[in-house]
């Protein structure tokens, strides 16, 4: 009988460790992939953590999810998690889930005139603030010899810079997709996708409290090996994960064409990353975009590397400092 309660116990035990779920709140992107095709394939469940996906128009959406404890995990790029840091700097980056050179589109009115980048000046563009698509214009301006401040920016939520392109509200817009091409897709003929302007990678992150990652740390080894057999997955059955894609953004077929290959999709914690959220942080200040409140965060700070080290060794190539000691995590602040 000692050993039938026993037996129970366990197993009472093992269905409360199941039943603790995490809430991952998914940007609507390309870059949510991995964790869309884990969600499908059940791969989160049979890694032994029970998830649930809530979606949101922006990582910056996520984040104030995250921020008001409606998800336990964020996605988003690293410059979201930078401007969110010079208020909440106990949130840090644990995995990049997809890194993307020309993920993000400058889409004009071809009523404008606008052929090139270097035909913005003077006129209204719409981007979304504190974003990585921000960070893109900028630098790609100055890259072509264009000083930012002759462009009339205008702030608008990801999910409506579109619509205001179409309505004629702003000459072009800066912004990720799928929102640039639907853009496109509802201006027809009218509208015109400009070149990318080599300047910046964006990577797409996983994003949690400090405090969780550390007193949950098993949990998110575990969405960390779900995740990276969804990686597999994509990679070896493109065709079914593009089907995935398209189902749970609700687009047509040319999005995924026209878009498939604008995206790296792989689990890492780079160096790169680090260097990248301190070079953004430097001109957010400049700018004047940071608040005016509180040190400038770091990118060391900001990365949490010992569930990623537990799940996937070889994708952390950080340098090890004191704040980022090989297999430890830093204190919680």
Known sequence: MFAWLAGVL??????????????????????SLPIYV?????????????????????????LSALNQGQVQIAT????????NAFTRPDLAIFATLASSTTGLKIVVRKASGIRSAQQLVAKRVATVANSNALYYLDNALVMIGVDPARVA?????????????????????VIWEPYAHEALRALGKQGDLLPNVPIYTSRFNLVAARGPLVENEAAHVKVLQAIERAMAFIAEHPEQAQAILKARL???????????????????????LVTSIDVEARWAEREGLASATGERPRGQDLVV????RKALPDSVTLFDTPSQPHGAVPPAR
């Not at 077929?253 to 914690?269: E, F, G, H, K, Q």
């Open 250 to 272: 609700g687009v047509d077929p040319s999005y995924i064409a026209d878009t498939w290959s604008d995206y790296r999709y792989a689990l890492s914690l780079s160096q790169s």
């Open 76 to 83: 988003a790029s690293e410059a979201a998690v930078l401007f």
């Open 10 to 31: 366990l197993a009472i035990g093992c269905q409360a460790v199941m039943a603790q779920t995490l809430l991952i709140g998914t940007a609507r992107t390309a870059q």
């Open 153 to 173: 920016r205008q702030y608008l939520p990801a999910e409506k810079v579109g619509a205001a392109l179409v309505a004629g509200t702003v000459d072009a817009v």
């Open 305 to 308: 590397t010992a569930p990623l």
């Open 38 to 62: 884990a969600e499908a394939q059940n791969y989160f469940h049979a890694a032994g953590v029970d998830v649930v996906t809530r979606e949101y128009p922006s990582g910056a959406a996520c």
